[in-house]
């Protein structure tokens, strides 16, 4: 394999120790989400080693106000596309709100329909030294943790809303979490909306990758929601940065196909049969 993460060419799957590599490295490398398998497919081949199945699908995928909402049995079968719709790219499920926080004997058995129904290849959850016992247990039973601190939208009525999490004491707090995380066998970990100080501190600190999601630029990676990146979200967060205006090229598209179909002009004897 290259030994570039980022757009490297390989005959197989990007794994966790190429992650780890990148890390003794120094490389930063993106992450995306994704939920169908032509997304995937475009992600994959513009070299972005890791893909989440984010619980975010429950917004953007199936209009739910929160990621509360969002089943297992809604996540699967998008895990299942993007899985097929890859061939290098790194998939990692969410494991939604409800899934994992029971026990762990319940972590291992989510964890392990997503690998087994759907060909993840890691799972993500969130939450610090509440969810050890569920890290500890899959990652005996062989399954890739991606840990995820901060703003963890899944505690949103907790946390009482969308705020940076992290400030003052708060941080020694997440320090400790996310030690406690690698200690317990996480491969990685989210770092969402905490200040950019805390998140550097955490990425010298920690042996595995950081991925940041309004968490500075110190971070080992960089995630983003893809509706978010293309514009698709008509209210983003202060931390995207839009890279395209895909809602305004579908609007024109939609309008353009509407104004040929009323007067005539679609379709043409050239896109019809004889």
Not at 245 to 260: I, N, P, T, Y
Request: charged share 20%; glycine share 10%.
């Amino acid at each position: 394999m290259s030994t570039t993460l980022y757009g490297g060419v390989s005959g197989r799957r990007v794994t966790v120790r190429d992650l780890a590599a990148a890390k003794e490295r120094g490389e930063r490398w993106p992450m995306l989400t994704a939920y169908d398998a032509m997304t995937a497919r475009v992600f994959d081949e513009a070299g972005i080693p890791v893909l989440l199945v984010g619980d975010s699908a429950a917004m953007v995928v199936y209009g739910y106000d929160s990621t509360l909402p969002v089943t297992v049995d809604e996540l699967l079968p998008l895990t299942s596309a993007v899985v097929r719709g890859s061939r290098r790219a790194l998939v990692v499920a969410d494991l939604p709100f409800g899934s994992y926080q029971a026990s762990p004997a319940q972590a291992l058995e989510t964890a392990a329909r997503f690998m087994k129904e759907a060909g993840a290849h890691a799972v993500k959850l969130e939450g610090g030294r509440r969810v050890l016992p569920q890290v500890e247990a899959l990652v005996a039973a062989g399954v890739p943790v991606m840990a995820h601190l901060g703003l963890t939208p899944q505690s949103v009525n907790v946390l009482g809303g969308y705020r940076v999490q992290g400030r003052g004491q708060a941080g020694d707090e997440l320090m400790a979490d996310a030690k406690d995380l690698e200690r317990a066998g996480a491969f990685a970990v989210v770092l969402e909306c905490v200040p950019a100080d805390l998140a550097e501190r955490v990425t010298t600190s920690l042996s595995i990758p950081t991925i940041g999601i309004g968490a500075g630029a110190a971070t080992d990676a960089q995630v983003l929601v893809w509706q978010d990146l293309m514009g698709l979200t008509p209210q983003p967060a202060k931390f995207v940065k839009r890279y395209g205006d895909l809602g305004a090229d579908l609007g024109r598209a939609a309008r353009a196909f509407a104004s040929d179909v009323t007067s005539g002009a679609f379709p043409t004897a050239g896109h019809a049969y004889g």
